[in-house]
């Protein structure tokens, strides 16, 4: 049997793993083991066997993966553990990326990862987390929810009258109300929360920290920070103590775009600093 494993979601580069028994092709073979190939068909020798002594012989002891043994790819987040021998060939342990378009070279793959392990998101859908896609208000009331109370939280059911743009039967109208009830939303005006729309940068420093320390928290006053956010920007306070938490630090060393959407990316760095999450 062999297995692929894909790279940064590629569908021309990729590992294969296989068990290799003394027999048939492989008698030859000085003992039995799995062996690894690096994989892109694109090349005019699609494959290379992952071999550690660097020779390239298939044949010898390099290239044979045996039981304790791991292969790491830190590079795409890729390991191979071989775990015990059996009967009919070894059994392997593969970690992979959790989301196909965010590989571990991604500059926040470790805070998404984290957000998936601590059961705050699922992603957004055909094994993808979409990390540039905005971050909207009814999205942000989930995250905020899950991360502050942890996966297994169930709002109260909503009575669908608290906000006229979201009646009962949104797919997150519990979280919404309950987000508002907890005081940390008031919405967006006219008895309306948005939901669809996007979430900027200041919106969220005060979502944050009246997530962490309930609606009854005020932050220091400001003293000018960032170059965007003078003192009277109405969440100027707000802002600047998301950066002394060093939960932030601006979307430049000196400035934080107050007005920019969140992105998801962003999002999970946000969740996983204000709330110290671990994977």
């Not at 092709?25 to 083991?33: C, E």
């Not at 304790?68 to 390991?79: L, V």
């Not at 939901?195 to 944050?208: E, H, I």
Request: hydrophobic share 35%; with cysteine.
């Amino acid at each position: 049997k062999m297995a692929k494993i894909p790279i940064a979601g590629s569908a021309t580069h990729f590992y294969t793993v296989e068990a290799r028994r003394q027999n048939g092709y492989d008698v030859k073979l000085p003992g039995q083991a799995v062996i690894i190939h690096e994989v892109d068909t694109t090349r005019s020798r699609p494959a290379y066997v992952i071999d550690v002594d660097g020779n390239g012989d298939t044949g010898d002891a390099g290239a044979m993966w045996g039981v304790g043994e791991t292969f790491t790819d830190a590079t795409n987040g890729i390991s191979v553990s071989v775990l015990s021998s059996t009967s009919s060939g070894f059994q392997v342990s593969i970690t992979t990326p959790i989301f196909t378009d965010v590989p571990a070279t991604h500059w926040a793959f470790s805070y998404i990862e984290t957000l998936f392990a601590n059961g705050v998101t699922g992603g957004c859908g055909s094994g993808n987390y979409c990390p540039d896609g905005v971050a909207t208000r009814a999205q942000m009331a989930v995250f905020l929810l899950k991360a502050k109370y942890g996966s297994a939280y169930s709002p109260p059911s909503a009575t669908g009258a608290m906000f006229a743009d979201v009646p009962n039967g949104y797919w997150a109208v519990n979280w919404i109300e309950q987000l508002a009830t907890e005081g940390i939303t008031g919405g967006c005006g006219n008895g309306n929360y948005c939901p669809d729309s996007s979430v900027t940068r200041a919106q969220m420093a005060v979502f944050l920290l009246k997530a962490k320390y309930g609606n009854s928290y005020s932050p220091p006053a400001p003293t000018g920070g960032f170059s965007d956010v003078p003192t009277g920007y109405w969440s100027a306070s707000w802002i600047e103590q998301l950066a002394a938490e060093g939960i932030t630090g601006g979307c430049t060393v000196s400035t934080y775009c107050p007005e920019n959407s969140v992105t998801r990316a962003q999002m999970a760095v946000f969740l996983v600093k204000t709330f110290s999450l671990v994977p």
